[in-house]
């Protein structure tokens, strides 16, 4: 199968993807949470005014938080917002909590979504809403704050205690709003060690279940009781909602594509369900994008040994055979081990990844940009289409990437460097 063997080049001082050295230190900032010990980033946003919020999982010496943060645009920190530029909180008081994603909202308000730690082993998908101050808006579920419980403890997940890289989609938090504001949610949950499927929940704007979405206001995403995992959320422009992780065992990629009203899209691949494989290895899909055509592409790893992922699909769910033959592309960077957690389209049809290297002597944050035909694009970081950035000593992944209004690229993820830090870095686009 056809691969990419890439060479770290040299970059000009003014090449995109390059570090943008006006932004904080250098182009990178530690995102402080008041409080803490250590953190990690896991989503990024961009508001009105270009500034940027981040969603994490904040480690204290009383447990674990969700954690808030707003930077300027420059990257210093927005005093102005929470405590000292941030909030940390728990989804119910006396429980842990984590944040995995945040959403800006037509109104201004923010929409954080996470997990609720109910014991040491077991999570429930989670919601806070906030107003651009990080006061919680008080009309929207308890106070501010929402607990997703389903009948049969069907919401009920299970709680990853191996670190940042544990299951993929162990502790999902994809969270997505609707036009009528209505709120995607994914969980998974575990029947038993063997037994799992992933779930697409719809609560209403006030954090409510929604009974209308097929009849119950949640889908179990699983096929012939094979296990399914999700890790990506995504809403195509005309309303159908895309789902993706991986099935079965020996893990499949999986995407199944739902209607609005919560029902499978027969007319996407087979019966709404795309399922593939790599060389008869596995796969796992992180993030989907739908492009400017309605096309879509996928990115995640592959698996044995795990290297980035991208594939390109036809809005039907047929792979295009005019990107690498449809077969899905893999980035190999010399020795070491990688993936991608998350991916954007740009306003000019491009898109950019992002991810990491593991293992080797060099982990570092991953960024690539794509054509719109899904060819990784030479016009990018001087040709090599992609760039790692060392942060710490030990280990660095990015998890999210958001663009602002002049292009620049941010990209939020975390580093090892003795205690796990958030951290947010600008790249020149």
Same mark, same amino acid.
């Not at 919020?53 to 645009?73: E, I, M, N, W």
């Not at 929470?82 to 959403?103: C, D, K, L, N, P």
């Given at each position: ?25 250098g182009g ?6 008041a ?10 946003a ?5 500034r940027?919020l ?9 447990g ?45 308000n ?6 609720h ?6 999570t429930?998908?989670a ?8 006061r919680?808006?008080?009309?929207f ?17 299970r709680?990853?205690?191996s ?18 504001g ?8 575990y029947?038993e ?17 929604d009974?209308?979405?097929n009849?119950r ?23 159908r909602?895309?789902?993706g ?5 020996p893990?499949?990629? !999986? #995407? %199944? =594509? &739902? @209607? /609005?009203? *919560?029902?499978?899209?027969?007319? $996407? +691949? ?8 790599v ?7 992180n ?9 879509l592409?996928c ?10 992922l ?13 990107c ?21 389209l ?19 944050? !991953? #960024? %690539? =940009? &794509? @054509? /719109?035909? *899904?060819?990784p694009?030479?016009? $990018? +970081? ?11 000593s ?6 999210s990437?958001?663009?602002?209004t002049?292009?620049?690229i ?11 830090r ?8």
């Amino acid at each position: 199968m056809p691969h990419q063997t890439a060479v770290a080049l040299p970059a000009s001082p003014y090449t995109a993807g390059q570090l943008d050295k006006r932004f904080a230190c250098g182009g990178k900032t530690q995102v402080y949470f008041a409080g803490s010990t250590w953190s990690i980033a896991n989503s990024v946003a961009i508001d009105a005014q270009g500034r940027v919020l981040v969603a994490a999982k904040v480690g204290t010496r009383s447990g674990h938080f969700f954690g808030l943060a707003r930077l300027l645009a420059d990257g210093s920190s927005d005093l102005s917002f929470g405590t000292h530029g941030s909030v940390i909180g728990q989804f119910q008081r006396g429980h842990e909590a984590m944040a995995g994603s945040v959403q800006l909202l037509a109104d201004g308000n923010i929409l954080v979504a996470g997990l609720h730690y109910e014991d040491a082993h077991r999570t429930l998908p989670a919601l806070a809403l906030f107003d651009e101050q990080g006061r919680p808006v008080q009309k929207f579920g308890d106070n501010g704050y929402c607990v997703v419980r389903l009948p049969g403890n069907l919401s009920q997940g299970r709680r990853n205690t191996s670190g940042p890289f544990g299951v993929p989609g162990a502790e999902t938090c994809g969270v997505k709003v609707q036009a009528d504001g209505a709120i995607l949610l994914l969980a998974n949950h575990y029947f038993e060690q063997a037994d799992h499927a992933g779930l697409l929940i719809r609560l209403t704007a006030d954090g409510e279940p929604d009974t209308t979405f097929n009849g119950r206001g949640f889908v179990m995403v699983r096929h012939l009781l094979m296990n399914s995992w999700l890790s990506a959320l995504m809403l195509q422009a005309d309303g159908r909602i895309m789902v993706g992780g991986s099935i079965s065992f020996p893990e499949q990629a !999986l #995407l %199944a =594509r &739902y @209607l /609005p009203d *919560g029902s499978l899209d027969e007319r $996407f +691949a087979v019966d709404g369900l795309m399922t593939f494989g790599v060389q008869g290895k596995s796969a796992h899909i992180n993030q989907t994008v739908q492009l400017e055509s309605g096309d879509l592409q996928c990115f995640g790893s592959s698996r044995e040994p795990m290297h980035c992922l991208a594939l390109k699909v036809h809005s039907n769910g047929r792979p295009d055979t005019h990107c690498n033959n449809g077969q899905p592309q893999l980035l190999h960077i010399g020795r070491n081990t990688s993936q991608w957690t998350a991916a954007r389209l740009q306003s000019d049809g491009r898109v950019l990844a992002v991810g990491g290297t593991l293992g080797g002597v060099e982990p570092g944050f !991953l #960024l %690539a =940009r &794509y @054509l /719109p035909g *899904g060819q990784p694009d030479p016009g $990018f +970081a001087e040709g090599t289409c992609w760039v790692r950035t060392r942060l710490g000593s030990s280990l660095d992944m990015a998890t999210s990437v958001a663009v602002q209004t002049d292009a620049g690229i941010i990209v939020g993820g975390y580093s090892l460097d003795g205690n796990y830090r958030a951290v947010v870095v600008r790249y020149l686009g």
